[in-house]
């Protein structure tokens, strides 16, 4: 049973208690991301304070923080995402408290020193430079830029390399004096440990501590955004042509559709057993790999399916996946593939109830983007009633709008666009 407290400074704190278990996670997440940055000067930053977090507070030094989760086995990082922040640990019982404490005091002291924020601005740009060196990586992110045109949520989580090296220890402290606040703040834990002595941690290691103090409202994001059909191809020297083709869903915060996007995306790429997998891979060898994922965002959704191939078998896996949606909107699912794929989303979601990393995870982020935190059953239920006129209809309303299209490859002269239309 997942037990959820407000307290007073507006800190929001959520438990599942997990018999059976040696292994506890705690989870600080602050919903604070690249979305939020909204002036180019600032890009990057939630990323940058990320990594600052771990480089030393007012009585410890980054070298100490390691050490100290290290010495009683305690894993430990982090990561930016565009809506939020996590800090996370895992460790046994034991050791729960001290992760407790550590995290508050990098939450509460962190000095944000100039040599060091000198020193993680090359490791920040170090890592720019590694994911430029992905094609896949390159042709997502060339996704986000045409995908979310002209919002904050279009560029790189982790800022370009101009970005970070002018992000000054000014801004920094001005970006975390308004974004790290109580009620952009969840506290999660799940695992071995009882809802009372988590409390009882966030009360004597964060509450008193909070300058500031709030109420968190729950409001659902609204919204008009809408994308238009494009392509964007950035040239690079590859094997392989790397391809992400999108389709827009609903936000975090409109479930509508939800249960019925993830079954689509599941039914056409989520395994070795899916339609495109069997139609471009297997049938045609066209692919090692094809996919196809449902994320949701603040503004927007995005159904997406990625693969990579050799350009000269480009146009005929476009031309395969075109054929593969077109016989889906004509047609439909089938009863049998629905049924299949609510097994393998059913039992993803039960075996997600054996890791409590997943759970923290999983409770914090519904406490956020939802009015009322699910339990396995009710999501279970939510899948199992979705019919099979469901997903068809769905289907044809999702497939029969407009689409973006990326590329990462060695030419930038090809139109992508006309083998989908």
Known sequence: MVITK???SGV??????MKGFEGVSFKMFV???SGSETNPKDYGISHLIEHMFFKGTKTRSSQDIVKEFDDLGIQTNAYTGKSETCFFTYGTGDSLEKSVEIMSDMLFNSVFDEVELEREKEVVIEEIKMYNDRPDAVCELAMDNIFFEGTPYAHDIAGSEKSVKNISREQILNYFG????PINIVLSFAGNVESEKALELVEKYFEPYFKQK????????KTDFKITKKQLIVAKKTNQAQVSIAYQ??????KTNLYKNVLISQ???GSMGSRLFQEVRE???LVYTISCYNDTGIISGMLSINFGTSLKKLPLALKTIKKVLNEVCENGFKEEELMQTKNIIISAIKLRSDSPSSEASNIAMQYQYSDKILSKNEHINKYASVTLEDVNNRAKEIFEKDFCITMCGNKSNINLLKYLD
């Open 6 to 8: 407000v307290l007073k």
């Open 31 to 33: 919903f604070t991301g």
């Open 178 to 181: 308004e974004k790290y606040i």
């Open 283 to 285: 049938k045609l060898g």
């Open 267 to 269: 039914i056409l790429g």
């Open 12 to 17: 929001r704190v959520a438990i599942n208690s």
């Open 249 to 254: 869903t609903e936000n975090k915060y409109d």
């Open 214 to 221: 709030g109420e968190f409202v729950f409001s659902p994001v």
